[in-house]
């Protein structure tokens, strides 16, 4: 049984900063991705960022310069550096860990709210 236990969400004012974390645990294969996905409401869920196994990485062109993704291999945790933060990334922010092509596990997602 895989769980993402994920932390570090909030309120915070345009401009601002903020940092994610989402630690995994179970049986999980060394080599996988861990990512960060965000919902807004109205809105399908669309993938922030993501790391595989700390090799590659890759962003939306919306966050690319302003967030960074990070993770620490000996802890299963994934890291999303947030910074110059606009209030349209007010969302849901979701860590997902895939194992294989057909097996993604999901956290349970963290608020960010961004005030103007």
């Known amino acids: 049984q895989v769980q993402l236990v994920e932390s570090g969400g909030g309120l915070v004012q345009a401009g601002g900063s903020l940092r994610l974390s989402c630690t995994a645990s179970?049986?999980?294969?060394?080599?996988?991705?861990m990512g960060w996905y965000r919902q807004s409401p109205g809105k399908q869920r669309e993938v922030v960022a993501t790391?595989?196994?700390?090799?590659?990485?890759n962003y939306a062109d919306s966050v690319k310069g302003r967030f960074t993704i990070s993770r620490d291999n000996a802890k299963n945790t994934v890291y999303l550096q947030m910074n110059s933060l606009k209030p349209e990334d007010t969302a849901v922010y979701y860590c997902?860990?895939?194992?294989?092509?057909?097996?993604?596990?999901w956290g349970q997602g963290t608020q960010v709210t961004v005030s103007s």
């Open positions: 997902s860990l895939r194992v294989s092509r057909e097996r993604t596990y």
């Open positions: 179970g049986s999980i294969p060394k080599i996988n991705t």
């Open positions: 790391t595989t196994s700390g090799i590659s990485t």
